[in-house]
């Protein structure tokens, strides 16, 4: 896709999730479980957050797309995410999948394992968890000793390129990279965003609640753009919130009004570059 045609895409995905308030059920963590949903909700999607096995088979049957991310685990997991995923991938839905701290405890290792056949349409995550995820799913560009250090990246974004296209390759999916700019690929091509605050990775959820955000998008674009739009908004209202913040805190509550208000036309002209993978 040219440039042009990929901001005009953003700007219909944007336009869209506001004018159909698409249903977007989530199992996440419950560290940022609240802030997943507002995120959700001032975009223009539905949320819905659920754990048991049957809640989650009928939020993939109901939803318009679904957003799974591994953060918390219970062992109540060991059986939802698996037959969630499957119901997800047998009924051709869009779902997003968060690898939060990948590496960690056995459990987490066995989902993510498992994750590999039923294919998420998108994959976000730091630097870190991408390149142990190709690593974990024995693909190029991956790395059992990448340095996931718990939930934070100690990877640049660019070095984890040739584990995202991999990945995005096997899966015929997006996959997205957050840090200092995002980068996002089909497997084709390489989408660079850019903006955002220094204060982002200082709040416990920017990156979750980017997931949830780009699963809103995927129940109205096709994968690629869906990430691309969800960059897009948070990098504009990073940006924005950054300007009047006092610290940390408030940013927060900026961030969230910034995402409330941004236009599809302000989301479709935020910086971005494209490369060919
Ligand atoms: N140094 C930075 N400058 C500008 N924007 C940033 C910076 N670091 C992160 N961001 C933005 O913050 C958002 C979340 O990315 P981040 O990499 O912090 O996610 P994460 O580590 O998975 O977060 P969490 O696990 O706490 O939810 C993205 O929109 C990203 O562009
Ligand atoms: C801090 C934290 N711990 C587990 S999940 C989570 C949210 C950011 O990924
Ligand atoms: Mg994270």
Redesign the pocket.
Known sequence: MTESEIRDAVREAAKLAKASNPLTPSITNTV?INFVANAQLAVGGSAAMVYLPDEGVSMAKAGASMYINV?TLFPIYAETLPKTAAVLHEEGKPWVL?P?AIGMGQMRTDLLTTFKVYKPSII???AS?IIALAGLWGLEGGSDTSDVRG???TDSVRSAAPAAVAVARWTGGAVA??????LITDGRQLVF?Q????M??C?????????GVMAVYAAVADPFIAAITG?AV??LA?TRAAAHAKGTGSFQTDFIDELYVATPDAIAQNPLTVEEA
Do not use: A, F, K
């Open positions: 940022t953060g968060d939060v976000r995550g730091n968890e939930v934070d990246s990279i957050s840090g200092e700019e995002d965003s903006g955002g605050s220094e982002m990775p709040i416990t959820g920017t990156g979750c609640s980017l997931g960059s948070y990098n990073g």
